[in-house]
């Protein structure tokens, strides 16, 4: 448990790439199976992972990030994982529908993680991106415009150290038996 602590504690949004360096394709395995194996409601799985490795599209996908100040950095990541919202079946669906739970941004939230996550273990940086021209990466890498693009995980080595992290104590976000 140790261990999986330190991950955590050492996963960080990275902003800043080594435009130098490459993610070898099989680190880019082993994270695109963690996300695979995420778990999910009623395990409906309703995501697709689109992999951006190709350099100049990158950079293009990269620049639709971009936008009022935000995700300068995007264009020189090496990697985007965009995902994709999938249909959910029936059980999650029905589910969704009689708890009021959009069961499908919760599955790929856990996903997202779990790819945050092999990417750190794996030695690079990463950050989940929601900003974005989601028209444009659409165009860009042919994803159906009646699909929702939620996501752009941008992964490769980092370009600088390691922040402090911060984080509110552990009273403020932790209670037992009552709010």
């Not at 490795?53 to 994982?81: C, W, Y």
Request: charged share 25%.
């Amino acid at each position: 448990m140790e261990s999986f602590l330190q991950l955590a504690a050492s996963r960080q949004s990275d902003r800043s790439y080594d435009v130098s360096r490459t993610v070898e394709p099989e680190k880019l395995d082993r994270i695109l199976e963690a996300a695979r194996l995420s778990p999910s409601a009623c395990n409906a799985q309703p995501w697709k992972f689109v992999v951006v490795t190709n350099s100049q599209l990158a950079r293009e996908v990269g620049k639709a990030t971009a936008g009022l100040g935000m995700n300068k950095f995007a264009k020189d990541a090496p990697v985007h994982i965009l995902v994709v919202e999938e249909s959910m079946n029936i059980t999650s669906f029905l589910g969704a529908k009689i708890k009021d739970k959009y069961f499908p941004l919760i599955d790929i939230g856990i996903a997202a993680a779990h790819i945050t996550l092999a990417a750190e273990s794996e030695g690079l940086g990463s950050c989940i991106l929601g900003w974005f021209d989601e028209k444009e990466i659409k165009k860009l890498v042919g994803i159906p415009m009646g699909k929702r693009l939620l996501l752009d995980i941008v992964i490769g080595y980092p370009a600088k150290d390691k922040r402090r992290k911060s984080r509110k104590p552990k009273e403020k976000v932790v209670s037992y038996n009552h709010y």
